[in-house]
């Protein structure tokens, strides 16, 4: 990044509670940072008249003007950079927001094709009798296929309130609870877990891991996937949803997280699929 995109980042971020997940072109940064570089400018212009007719004239009054002027003018720089630093950190409440704006779409976009979906599900372990867990579920986009699989009970969860009332309302034989993955428990433990096109979302991935850890079944098989390989993902992530995703770790860097809970068997990341899948110790 250079110091111009920082610049404007800073500008940018820092100035508004808005922009966070929407893509700025490089004109409108362009021009966002000549009008702030104007306008500071004014204000240095105003601060330093100030304390120069109060010199030549003695003016208190003057002074104190010119003080308050350059005080206000370094307290807001310091709230603009303050600002910045907290809309780079992952918020929960963004994150949900951002997927409640995207609900109504979200059956709208690609999904990977079937034989991608079918490789995932094979190697997390979805069979005929499976009481699966569908982590970061969305509109269900999976539900479907673990419903062909005969499996024997669906539980979903998902941040999104939007999401899940559109899951709940396409499937309402599937258990979908609005929760968060890095707290939620269950009375009940499953045989499969499966997190898919969402571990990016996470801020504290670990929390997510060790806690859904305890929802499975000893023997039970733990699965994070993605329909499309990790440059795509990374790539899509950064361009148009940077303020709610991390970049997806690699296959190695995942199973050293998983390896406390489980005994990581399947690592794959090829230009079609990303998937790292291990069962419970
Ligand atoms: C990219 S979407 C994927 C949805 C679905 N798995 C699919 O493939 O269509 C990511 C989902 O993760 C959900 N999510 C993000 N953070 C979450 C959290 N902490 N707990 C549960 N769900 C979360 C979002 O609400 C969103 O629906």
Not at 22 to 34: D, G, N, P
Not at 81 to 91: G, P, S
Not at 224 to 247: T, Y
């Amino acid at each position: 990044m250079d110091l111009l995109e920082l610049l404007s980042d800073i500008v940018i971020y820092g100035s508004s509670d808005l922009v966070g997940n929407k893509k700025i072109s490089s004109k409108t940064r362009k021009r966002i940072l000549v009008v702030f570089i104007i306008v500071s400018l004014c204000h240095i212009g105003i601060s330093a008249f100030c304390i120069f007719w109060a010199i030549k004239d003695k003016s208190i009054i003057l002074l104190v003007l010119g003080i308050l002027c350059v005080l206000l003018f370094i307290y807001n720089a310091f709230k603009t950079i303050e600002k910045y630093k907290e809309a780079q950190q992952m918020n929960k409440e963004i994150i949900k927001d951002f997927f409640d704006n995207l609900a109504p779409h979200w059956d709208n976009e690609p999904i990977a094709d079937k034989e991608i979906i079918d490789t995932i599900l094979d190697n997390g372990g979805i069979k005929e009798n499976a009481d699966v867990l569908d982590v970061a579920c969305g509109t269900g986009v999976l539900f479907p296929y673990y419903l062909e699989r005969n499996v024997k009970s669906i539980t979903a969860i998902d941040l999104s309130p939007e999401m899940v009332k559109i899951a709940k309302s396409k499937f309402p034989q599937v258990n979908v609870i609005c929760g968060d993955a890095e707290s939620i428990t269950f009375d009940r433990n499953f045989d499969c877990i499966v997190i898919y096109n969402a571990f990016p979302h996470f801020p504290e991935p670990e929390k997510v891991i060790s806690n859904l850890s305890k929802s499975l079944k000893t023997g039970g098989r733990f699965t994070i996937a993605h329909g499309m390989s990790k440059k795509e993902l990374d790539e899509i992530h950064m361009k148009s949803a940077g303020k709610v995703s991390n970049i997806l770790p690699d296959c190695d860097n995942l199973a050293k997280m998983l390896e406390s809970y489980f005994n990581v068997d399947i690592m794959i990341s090829n230009e079609k699929m990303y998937q790292v899948s291990g069962t419970k110790k």
